[in-house]
């Protein structure tokens, strides 16, 4: 408090390439120290509120209304509201508005994952979700420590960070609606106008006639059912798979925000770290993208995650004046939690049918933002032991690892397009398979004990 009344912030701005003077600008503008001093991480674990509501509402609204029209609609919110923003006059509107820019952020993101996944070929689509939505928010990511670095004020850095959202307006007229959704509503005639469209554009020639009539009034029928969030656990088998799917993602959530958001506390230049927790993700994304080419995708998404568990537990046997060696073990085992995290998109969106695809991203998506409110709080466990947070998500991370191996593999299968066509948990097949030798080998023993009689 005595810091505080005889703190001029004049002086603060003079040392400003000071990190901690930094943080006081925003923390003392609105009191958020002393007794005020938990509202700090509580702002962070409010946008993830936000993130983790978007992400439940964004599947099921995207798959009621489509696909185009609520990812322009959640990028207009997020704009706007981080427009709103710059404006706030208190912690309590910040906040508030924080909370709503969230619930935009994450619903563009994962709704147009899944435009471009149910748009693209095979074999673009995997680049596409890779290479495409992860390498573009690694380099958004790292430009956000040099737009920090030069732009000082934090009003003018929001207000820099949010006018790249107006220039999307015009992609308005350039994406499609996915032709896989209008099919799956029964709109064959706006799905057939755009799939010829495209094949117009790739120099191919479209057959006469896209779709069968018998094959649509079989399709009609099938879609007059709508799906509900319930859907995601309609049998043992799908059950299964989403609530395993809920916790790869929490978890594997957990270990990525909980090294992003440690980044600070790491020894040297905040903004350098920051660089390089960001510019580490690159490399991640593209040996995601060739482990989703060539090797199935259970044991990509187990490897890596063994890969940064592993490397994370190791951390507390580093020497303390070993700095450098810290820093390279917690932007590797970064490396590994974030390849599986990249690949988690492309693995949840193979598993489950077109009429509920989006939900279920959307589902362990926001499953994910659950681990991501929690990550804060095991930064937090750091002031008591600088290694505990490391204990803790390594293992869980380890842990994770070891269950995705019992998941369903999608490597070289088609994608779904009805609940019967959904793959089976690993030993749901082999057990029904001993149980029908069993069936088979008593009738048989049935049969010699009536032919002996």
Sequence with gaps: VAFRSSFDLNDCEMILSNKECYMLLFLLQWNLVCDDDWKTPLTT???????????????????????????F????????????????????????????VGMGQ?????????LGTEILGKSVRIIFSTLGVCIFFAIGYMLLPLFAY???????????????????????WV?????????SQGRFKEAEIIIRKAAKTNGIVAPAMLFDSTEMQDMKLQQQQKAYILDLFRTRNIAVITVMSLFLWMLTSIGYFGLS???????????????????????????????????PRRYSISGTLFLGGGVILFIQLVPTDFHILSVF????????????FSMLYVYTSELYPTIVRNMAVGATSMSSRVGSIIAPYFVYLGAYDRFLPYILMGSLTVLIGILTLFLPESYGNPLPETFDQMLRVKGFRNRQRTNHVRSSKAIEDSKTQITTL
């Design 329 to 340: 073990l917690v932007m590797l085992g970064k490396f590994g939690i974030t390849s599986a």
């Design 150 to 172: 030069f732009i000082r004020d934090w009003r003018m850095l929001l207000l820099a960070l949010t006018v790249p959202g107006v220039l999307c307006v015009p992609l308005w």
């Design 45 to 71: 674990s409010l946008f993830f509120v936000g993130v983790l509501i978007g992400s439940f509402i964004s599947g099921q609204l995207s798959d009621r209304f489509g696909r185009k029209s609520i990812l």
């Design 73 to 100: 609609a959640t990028m207009a919110v997020q704009t706007g509201f981080s427009f709103v923003q710059i404006f706030s006059t208190s912690w309590e509107m910040f906040t508030v508005l924080f909370l709503i």
């Design 175 to 183: 994406i499609p609606e996915s032709p896989r959704w209008l099919i």
């Design 261 to 295: 958001l440690n980044t600070p506390n790491l020894h040297g230049n905040a903004y350098v770290n920051c660089f390089l927790s960001a510019i580490i993700e690159v490399p991640a994304y593209v040996i995601a993208w060739l482990l989703l080419r060539t090797l």
């Design 106 to 114: 994450i619903s563009n993101y994962v709704v147009a994952f899944i």
